[in-house]
């Protein structure tokens, strides 16, 4: 019933730039928080940066001050601008969401199919 579909992954150079699109869609009613994690090959999925429907915001320690999440309300979209990027930071990224979903009671977890990032050293 809802769609999340990341977008914006790619190969980027140490010290690089990428940003990262999280769009949800489908019988949506309101989107409480939306979250982004990241797997890196042999690794536990990680929670790299999530913000809640009023804007707050919260980090892995490992990413504060390199990433900034966002979202626009009216697109039902999740951002991650990722800057100073480090070998590190590779892995696939994966959004989720917390939807309320029209004539429907309670609230529900989505997740994409996530998007590759590869930083090369």
């Known amino acids: 019933q809802v769609q999340l579909v990341e977008s914006g992954g790619g190969l980027v150079q140490a010290g690089g730039s990428l940003r990262l699109s999280c769009a949800a869609s489908?019988?949506?009613?309101?989107?409480?928080?939306m979250r982004w994690y990241r797997q890196a090959p042999g690794k536990q999925r990680e929670l790299v940066a999530a913000i809640t429907s009023d804007g707050s915001t919260n980090y892995a320690d490992s990413v504060k001050g390199r990433f900034t999440i966002s979202r626009d309300g009216a697109k039902n979209t999740a951002y991650l601008q990722m800057n100073s990027l480090k070998p590190d930071d590779t892995g696939v990224y994966y959004c989720?969401?917390?939807?309320?979903?029209?004539?429907?009671?309670?609230?529900?977890?989505?997740w994409g199919q996530g998007t590759q990032v590869t930083v090369s050293s």
């Open positions: 989720n969401a917390d939807v309320a979903l029209i004539s429907a009671t309670g609230v529900y977890r989505y």
């Open positions: 489908g019988r949506i009613s309101s989107i409480n928080a």
